[in-house]
C-alpha cells in the first residue's frame, strides 16, 4: 500500500465529495456562497465542458505525490488512485470514458502513461467503457513548456479526434456509436486549457454532454 491507511481513508477520504460545495463551472472548492468562483464569474475558461469534478487540492503533499507517480514513474500509485477515481466515476453514473492522450511518443520512450495506465484499471478491473477517440495534435507545443496565457491560445488546437479507421475500431465497445455523454479523464487541472480543448472537439464531433474528472486540481 503507497499510502498508510490512515491518510487513504482521511486526507484522499472521496465517500463524500460530491456534497463539496464547488464551482458549478470549474469545480473549485468556493470560499463564498455564489454559486460560481470569481474567475467563472468573469468569464473563465470552461464553454463547452458540462461539468468539472476534481478529487483534490493540488497543494502540501499532494503537489509531493503526484510528483512521485507522475515523474518518478512509482506506479504502486496507480491502482490507488485508480480506485479513488473509479468510485467518484461510479457515484456519478459515468459508463464511457475518454483519456486525455499522452503526447506522441510518450508511452514509447518512458514506457507508460499515467493516464493511460489508469484506463486500463478503469477498463479491466472496474468495467467501464474506455474510448480512446482524442489524440495529440502533430507540431503543437507541450502544455507544460507553455505559461498560462500560451496555454489558453492552445484550445481547440492541441488535439484532435483519431482516424476514421481507429474511431471505428473504438466505437465497437459502444455498440459503433458516438455516446451522448463521455467522461474526459486527467490527472491535474492548472488552467483548464487541455480539458476545454478536449471538451471542444469531442462536441464537434458529435458528443452531446462532456464531463470532465481529475486528481487533482491548482486552486
Known sequence: MPVCSFCASTVYSVENILAKRRCSVCGKPLV??????????????????????????????????????????????????????????????????????????????????????????FEHIYGFTVLRILERNSGTVEQKKLGRQGRLETIGKSFVLVPENKMKKQLKKNGGRLPDQVWLIDDILTTGSTAESCAKVLKEGGIKRVNVMALFTAA
Not at 76 to 85: H, I, N, R, T, W
Not at 104 to 115: F, V
Request: include cysteine; charged fraction near 30%; hydrophobic fraction near 40%.
Open 32 to 121: 463564498s456562497e455564489k454559486e460560481k468562483c470569481m474567475e467563472c464569474r468573469d468569464g473563465g475558461v470552461y464553454l463547452h465542458t458540462d461539468t468539472v469534478t476534481p478529487l483534490f487540492e493540488y497543494r502540501l503533499w499532494n503537489k509531493e505525490i503526484l510528483f512521485i507517480w507522475k515523474i518518478l514513474g512509482v506506479r504502486s500509485l496507480s491502482p490507488f488512485f485508480a480506485e479513488k477515481m473509479a468510485y467518484v466515476l461510479r457515484h456519478c453514473s459515468a459508463e464511457c470514458i475518454v483519456p486525455v492522450p499522452p503526447r506522441k511518443g510518450k508511452i514509447a520512450q518512458k514506457g507508460w502513461d499515467q493516464i493511460e495506465e489508469l484506463c486500463q484499471f
